[in-house]
T-cell receptor, first 112, second 117 residues
């Protein structure tokens, strides 16, 4: 089955700095890569996603890059704010399948 | 749009009792619903995939007789934890999937926190 690795497990940044979280996957047939933000005790919220036919997607302070050859993708958050503090999960879905496989999560702390 | 509700939000029960959790898609029809379990400080672990009108597909290691899933309509799926024990205490989250919405993105319910005493 699909194996998704996510790094780092924890990340502390100063407010205003950038944060980068990386994920690698094993199944070359994967074609959908969403990122979720989960605040303590809350549901995961989709913040951005990318499909295999593009290499980069940006939405305001959040961007995701995808390298299909190397089988890794990254989440970039610029100008971080305290409200960005949460656990972030990457996920991967294989073409033709419905279920996704989640990464292990990254706890991001933005220090005011 | 794409709202998923879950009920109850939390439940405390005695060991040996059964607990039913409902997951509803409020403003769209969910062709598929997923049930996850999340332990503290861990990732979401998929328990089963449920398609309307058919039997659920369980992930390896998940006991189908213990975690009963019913997907009776395109807007409702239920998870019943039978004969619950303290080790079943966890955060259970459902998600709903629709091909009609943004190419099959999953939308999560708010979760149910189960504590078995």
């Amino acid at each position: 089955g699909e194996n998704v690795e996510q790094h780092p497990s924890t990340l502390s940044v100063q407010e205003g700095d950038s944060a980068v979280i990386k994920c690698t996957y094993s199944d070359s047939a994967s074609n959908y890569f969403p990122w979720y933000k989960q605040e303590l005790g809350k549901r995961p919220q989709l913040i951005i996603d990318i499909r295999s036919n593009v290499g980069e997607k940006k939405d305001q302070r959040i961007a995701v890059t995808l390298n299909k050859t190397a089988k890794h993708f990254s989440l970039h958050i610029t100008e971080t704010q305290p409200e960005d503090s949460a656990v972030y999960f990457c996920a991967v879905r294989r073409e033709g399948y419905q279920k996704v496989t989640f990464g292990t999560g990254t706890k991001l702390q933005v220090i005011p | 749009g794409a709202v998923v509700s879950q009920h109850p939000s939390w439940v405390i029960c005695k060991s040996g009792t059964s607990v039913k959790i409902e997951c509803r898609s409020l403003d769209f029809q969910a062709t598929t619903m997923f049930w996850y379990r999340q332990f503290p400080k861990q990732s979401l672990m998929l328990m089963a995939t449920s398609n309307e009108g058919s039997k659920a597909t369980y992930e390896q290691g998940v006991e189908k007789d213990k975690f009963l899933i019913n997907h009776a309509s395109l807007t409702l799926s239920t998870l019943t934890v039978t004969s619950a024990h303290p080790e079943d205490s966890s955060f259970y989250i459902c998600s709903a999937h629709s091909l009609e919405l943004t190419m099959g993105t999953q939308y999560f319910g708010p979760g149910t926190r189960l504590l078995v005493l």
